[in-house]
Antibody, heavy 122, light 111 residues
Framework: QVQLVESGGGVVQPGRSLRLSCVAS????????MHWVRQTPGKGLEWVAV????????YYTDSVKGRFTVSRDNSKNALYLQMDSLRGEDTAVYYC???????????????WGQGTAVTVSS | IVMTQSPLFLAVTPGEPASISCRSS???????????LDWYLQKPGQSPQLLIY???TRASGVPDRFSGSGSGTDFTLTISRVEAEDVGVYYC?????????FGQGTKLEIK
């Protein structure tokens, strides 16, 4: 069945780095754009980043620009989020999500992973 | 674009209707004629799931008691007859402009 499984979360000190992974199964991964979305108790859901199906374009929310990098390896059906210079406000559950491309413009997320928790604390 | 939902909390008797409002600070009607507004439901202990996309199109497998409507800036999610399995937090999301943005969420409980 169609599935996304995240991993790589954990507890990390401020200023350090962490790399999240998301492995896809049950669909042609290379045909879909992919998003990262995070959820904090205080702020709800926040879109983080998107990468085009072939990795040709990437976009980020302002608060992570220059610190986070989204990438993918279509040969491994894998999506990544490299998080550098982590801050306390990056503490959240991070979800990867598939974009079905229902339209030529805009975004939708039709399949979500179970999430991986990141805690940034000294 | 800022998304504002109301109410933030809703308690509904099973079988009764429910409506959630979502307002965007800018029009989500694009030049292609489509309205870039999605609705998601996060059930307790689960990841969000897609309910409605492009303002009014139900996602695969979503019961027809869920419907979406709206103009460029004002949108509504309607549940015609609430069932116990509908509990959770409902989010709208503007899907037009990067950075995509979610509303604060509306928590639906059963009376």
């Amino acid at each position: 069945q169609v599935q996304l499984v995240e991993s790589g979360g954990g507890v990390v000190q401020p200023g350090r780095s962490l790399r999240l992974s998301c492995v896809a199964s049950g669909f042609r991964f290379s045909s879909y754009g992919m998003h990262w979305v995070r959820q904090t108790p205080g702020k709800g859901l926040e879109w983080v980043a998107v990468i085009w199906h072939d990795g040709s374009d990437k976009y980020y929310t302002d608060s992570v620009k220059g610190r986070f990098t989204v990438s993918r390896d279509n040969s491994k059906n894998a999506l990544y989020l490299q998080m550098d210079s982590l801050r306390g406000e990056d503490t959240a559950v991070y979800y990867c999500a598939r974009d079905p491309g229902y339209s030529d413009y805009g975004a939708t997320m039709d399949v979500w992973g179970q999430g991986t928790a990141v805690t940034v604390s000294s | 674009i800022v998304m504002t939902q109301s109410p933030l909390f809703l308690a509904v008797t099973p079988g009764e209707p429910a409506s959630i409002s979502c307002r965007s600070s800018q029009s989500l009607l694009y030049s292609d004629g489509k309205k870039y507004l999605d609705w998601y439901l996060q059930k307790p202990g689960q990841s969000p799931q897609l309910l409605i996309y492009l303002g009014s199109t139900r996602a695969s497998g979503v019961p027809d008691r869920f419907s979406g409507s709206g103009s460029g800036t004002d949108f509504t999610l309607t549940i015609s007859r609430v069932e116990a399995e509908d509990v959770g937090v409902y989010y709208c999301m503007q899907a037009l402009q990067i950075s995509y943005a979610f509303g604060q969420g509306t928590k639906l409980e059963i009376k």
